[in-house]
């Protein structure tokens, strides 16, 4: 394995899981369509310069448009939105937990389409593992319930399923077309940008400035780190390792959100939240034993 691995793996699930709390912040000023427009403009503007200082980028690489729009939808608009909205409408510890379960959607997405994953009873037990502690965050049965809102939850789950589909995508139309991981982020970054201009309603969004805190973890948390560093070594990661083994990245964020919404925000650890999030990795754990 490259030696760097191990360190992209580390950071990238790090600034995953502190985009939570950044989201949290800029939500609270701003709306989620503007939230994700502003975080995807700060992260293309040093990408694309990176992209074009390395020679990168190449016109013929645009026979690979189609790819790269499905790619803005799933890994940028789609997801970026779903997890922003249900952060808005969640603490963000539990929205962190919450996109835990992105493993188990690449899962069950890869199963039907890459139709290389085994199914045995390690993995079917590590998918009613992870998809009970979703429900037990969700708590249904409790609506509204202890400051849960069910929309909220819903978000979280869209956004996870995107992103999970995401890397199934990447490992069947995109890993393999001999780009760079900068050239494959760059032109994903740029249609997400584009669709969100098109669509993003754009008034009050200059309020973003009345909290200096939340404005420098939109830029910089959120844009620079988030966004366009994130997805070169998202590309990176797949390259190296596989889909699969790339979506266990996503073990760390909730570890990391649960920790910056306990210390960052103040918000309460709740014992039945410990225990969804447990069953959440837990159940990803299963599910990559299950598979060698």
Known sequence: MNKLVPGAFALL????????????????????GQVVLLRVLFGFIPLLLLALARGVLHWRQLRQLHHFL???????AVYYFAFAKGTALLPSSI?????GAIPLFAFVVALVFLRSEPVNRRTLLGLVLGFGGVLLIARPWR???????????????????SIGSSFVYARLF????????????????????????AVTDLRGIERIAD????????????????????????YFIVQKLGALRA?????????????????LAGEPLVPASLVAMALILGGVAMLQSGKQ
Do not use: R
């Open 13 to 32: 699930g790090l600034i995953w899981g502190s985009n939570f709390i950044f989201m949290k912040w800029a939500a609270a000023l701003i709306s989620p």
């Open 70 to 76: 499905v790619m803005a939808l799933l890994a940028t």
């Open 95 to 99: 929205a962190g937990m919450l996109s």
């Open 143 to 161: 609506a509204a319930g202890a400051g849960m809102d069910p929309c909220g939850v819903l978000y979280m789950i869209l956004g996870s399923l």
């Open 174 to 197: 995109l890993v393999d077309q001999a780009m760079s991981p900068v050239a494959l982020s760059t032109w994903q970054i740029g249609c997400a940008l584009a669709m969100l201009f």
């Open 211 to 234: 909290d200096k805190v939340a404005l420098a973890g939109l830029v910089f948390g959120l844009g620079l780190a988030g966004t366009g560093f994130a997805f070169i070594l998202y």
């Open 247 to 263: 979506a266990s990245v996503t073990y760390i964020p909730p570890v990391v959100a649960l920790l910056a919404g306990c210390l």
